[in-house]
C-alpha cells in the first residue's frame, strides 16, 4: 500500500492511497502529470517491502521534472 500527497505551486495538496499495482500506480502517475508545466513534489508513504518495485514504476517522473520524496 502507498500513501502519496501531490504538492505543486498552483495547486492544493491532493492525497491519493492504493496498492503497488499497475492500476493504482497508473491513477498516480496521471494525477501527476495533470499538473505538467508546475514544479510538483511527490511525497509518499510506503511499506518496505513494495519500496522497489514503487520507485521502478515511477522512474520516469524524474526525468519529467517530478520532485519524488520516499518518507519512511
Known sequence: MFHATIRSESQGPFRLSGQVVPYDLELLREH??????????????????VRNAFLRAVADLARRGVQLVVEP
Open 32 to 49: 501527476v502529470l495533470a499538473r505538467h508545466g508546475q514544479v510538483t513534489r511527490v511525497e509518499v508513504r510506503l511499506a518496505p517491502g
